[in-house]
């Protein structure tokens, strides 16, 4: 999988899921855990609002107010 296709796959299963682990997109993709940091960080450069959430329910999610136009991706 090429990395924007992984960037794309991950901010749809963000606008999905409330909150993903590193480690839950590490295993999805099969990629180390801090190729999904710098993922996270490419997409937090392209204005897409991630934050990292701490503890043990903790992980990646995007900001609440965050809306997304699937049909870009079309």
Excluded: C, W
């Excluded at 924007?4 to 295993?27: D, G, H, T, W």
């Excluded at 937090?44 to 990292?52: C, E, W």
């Amino acid at each position: 999988m090429k990395k924007i296709e992984r960037l794309i796959s991950i901010v749809m299963i963000l606008l999905q899921k409330e909150v993903v682990s590193a480690s839950e997109f590490s295993r999805l993709f099969n990629v180390t855990k801090r190729t999904i940091q710098r993922d996270m960080e490419t997409l937090s450069y392209a204005n897409i609002p991630i934050y990292a959430k701490y503890g043990a329910e903790g992980g990646h999610a995007l900001m609440e107010e965050y809306k997304f136009d699937k049909r870009l991706l079309k």
